[in-house]
């Protein structure tokens, strides 16, 4: 198979690519390099996902596992006229040391371990007045009713003096 390859990713000129980036890129097996299998004919491009998976090690700083521990698993839920958020806070007596702040658009949990604080972004605005909030079956749930965007304006009496 001398013949010319329409694919463009073997007409590509590599060491400059590589030079570029400052690292060699693996290749999966070409044409005519002796492998003969259902890989080469059919452009197997299995390579690729173990391949990025190390840049993707390499490049990306670790975070460290403690700071992920001062975090809770949280859900959010978008219905037709309300957000609900779920906290997932299985020791209850942590539950009670926690703050629980809220404005249009955020939820922020404070008094975590170590004096962090953990903030859970909302997918609309909601009226932070209207929330409700119950711990329970260590589950902290919030109730929050969105902001209508038929009338955004609000009329402000305005005292004389």
């Given at each position: 198979m001398s013949g010319s390859n329409p694919n463009p990713y073997f007409d590509m000129n590599w060491k400059q690519f590589e030079q570029f980036f400052g690292g060699k890129m693996p290749f999966p097996p070409q044409p005519g390099s002796g492998d003969t299998g259902p890989a080469a004919a059919a452009g197997d491009l299995s390579w690729v996902d173990g391949y990025i998976k190390d840049v993707l090690k390499k490049t990306i700083p670790q975070m460290e596992v403690q700071t992920l521990n001062h975090h809770f698993h949280s859900e959010v839920f978008d219905t037709h006229n309300n957000v609900i958020v779920k906290v997932h806070i299985p020791d209850r007596a942590q539950a009670r040391k926690i703050?629980?702040?809220?404005?249009?658009?955020?939820?922020?949990?404070?008094?975590?371990?170590d004096d962090k604080t953990q903030t859970i972004g909302l997918p609309g605005f909601i009226v932070p007045s209207s929330c409700k909030a119950v711990y329970k079956n260590g589950i902290l749930q919030l109730h929050m009713?969105?902001?209508?965007?038929?009338?955004?304006?609000?009329?402000?009496?305005?005292?004389f003096t």
């Open positions: 703050r629980v702040l809220l404005n249009t658009d955020q939820l922020r949990l404070e008094g975590l371990p009713r969105k902001q209508t965007t038929e009338n955004p304006f609000y009329e402000i009496d305005v005292r």
